[in-house]
């Protein structure tokens, strides 16, 4: 067991995970959007995800100044809900979904049908039905049973050729967690380069008259914090279009890159700036292009954590501490794996503090913890957090803003947060907190 340290307070946020706005005010309570955290847990309840605005715009203006003339699709299932999407939609990105309830929520949000791609390696029967209903403009192709699907729903249709993506796998591994790594020849999404599968789609793809091979795709994992794999893939992807153009006599005008982008979770942590992305891919781009003499395809890319998981923090309030007998301090919140299972997941690490005020306590290392019942229900093992901390204070996670509430379950029969926006000073509920009926209508039995 550590002892405790004497570290004071420093009345400072750590480095880039926080939201651009957020500051501590005077009196040491944290503020988001200009809005104090402990105000927000008092109206909305804890736990509560907080969503500040200007910090997702900002990063949506971000990633498309780094790709001018490119095309930058939000990977939603990072995050989304209608008010979100409508924010995404006006700084004018495109759209990654990959459920018939992704495209509904797009759908509700006025996302316009040819700026969405629908991705997935299982596609059901209703993700394509509600494809097709909807329009979308780009579909990208996973497995080879789903070409004879595609060619299908899109005969029943009146409209022209659906356009696809080929999804390719250039046998590159993305550096991060192995549940992230999509790159690789041994996990389940796209079509092979190195075994040929992707040339053997493509010339199916191509036999195909209600469809319409428009370019390739590829994504190599998420948290990825090393250009140098970005560039690698790219340079398979494209001699993988040098050889279509041999054998096919294609040349195709869409290159999908994916997302991925790392973001830090905690001061120090390696994370990708979207202008050095769009500067290293387009250079290697114009400079493959220009090897190849092949003209320079459009390039999409997909972030998602990139775009919001910066812009969210979760709030909770303490409902217990303890000291166990092995003598480490437990820090019991009202929340856990059930609206963040990323801890136990992928062992994730965050940053976090307490949001009422500062104090001239010492810290103390602390094992924040949920109320799940399981030991595995540790939303933080290693936090510092001051040691006349009490109950019912609210605590503050950083950088929650993608994959939180997007997966967040019921465990326990937990009712799933509410999501809030901050702006300005204001805040607006963007997805209420479940109720209990919500929990009983679903069980008719
Ligand atoms: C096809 C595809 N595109 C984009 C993303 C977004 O990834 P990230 O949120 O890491 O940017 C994912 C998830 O990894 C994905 O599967
Ligand atoms: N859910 C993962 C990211 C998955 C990426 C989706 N393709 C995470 O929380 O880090």
Not at 49 to 63: I, K
Not at 110 to 128: Q, V
Request: charged share 25%.
């Amino acid at each position: 067991m550590k002892t405790e340290q004497a570290v004071p307070e420093t009345g400072r946020l750590e480095a880039g995970v926080w939201p651009l706005r957020a500051r501590l005010a005077a009196d040491g309570e944290l503020e988001i959007g200009g809005v104090r955290a402990t105000d927000l847990a008092r109206r909305f309840g804890t736990p509560l995800h907080v969503l500040d605005e200007a910090d997702v715009r900002e990063r949506c203006r971000a990633f498309r100044a780094a790709f001018p003339g490119g095309e930058v699709a939000y990977a939603s299932k990072a995050m989304s809900c209608t008010g979100l999407l409508r924010w995404v939609r006006e700084e004018g990105l495109s759209l990654d979904a990959s459920s018939a309830g992704e495209l509904a929520v797009a759908r509700r949000s006025g996302f316009p049908a040819d700026r969405i791609l629908l991705h997935g390696n299982g596609k059901t029967g209703e993700d394509l039905r509600a494809a097709f209903s909807y329009a979308v403009g780009t579909i990208v192709v996973d497995s080879a049973a789903e070409i004879s699907r595609l060619a299908v729903q899109a005969a029943s249709g009146l409209r022209g050729p659906q356009a696809v993506l080929l999804r390719v796998v250039p046998g590159i591994d993305g550096g991060t967690h192995a549940a992230l790594t999509t790159g690789t020849e041994d996990q389940q999404f796209g079509f092979s380069l190195a075994s040929g599968a992707a040339a053997e789609a493509a010339h199916r793809i191509l036999g195909q008259h209600r469809l319409r091979l428009a370019g390739v795709h590829c994504h190599i994992g998420s948290q990825i914090a090393d250009l140098g794999r970005y560039v690698r893939a790219l340079d398979r992807v494209m001699d993988f279009l040098v050889r279509l153009r041999a054998t096919d006599g294609v040349v195709l005008d869409r290159l999908d890159l994916g997302g991925g982008f790392a973001v830090p979770y905690r001061a120090g942590d390696p994370g990708l700036e979207p202008a050095d992305v769009g500067a290293a891919v387009q250079a290697a781009l114009t400079t493959l292009c220009a090897r190849h003499r092949y003209p320079t395809p459009r390039l999409t890319i997909e972030p998602g954590r990139a775009i919001v998981a910066r812009a969210g923090v979760t709030l909770y309030r303490v409902v217990g501490v303890k000291r166990a007998a092995s003598g480490r301090v437990f820090v019991t919140v009202d929340g856990g794996m059930s609206d963040n299972p990323r801890p136990s997941l992928y062992q994730a690490r965050y940053t976090v503090r307490l949001a009422g005020r500062t104090t001239t306590a010492n810290n103390r290392p602390v094992t924040i913890v949920g109320r799940h019942c399981e030991a595995g229900d540790v939303l933080v093992p290693d936090a510092s957090l001051p040691a006349d901390l009490r109950l019912g204070e609210v605590l503050a996670v950083a950088c929650t803003g993608a994959y939180h509430h997007a997966m967040a379950s019921n465990y326990n029969l937990v009712r799933r947060s509410p999501v809030v926006a901050v702006r300005g000073g204001r805040a607006r509920l963007l997805v209420r907190r479940e109720t209990e009926d919500d929990l009983l209508a679903r069980d008719v039995g």
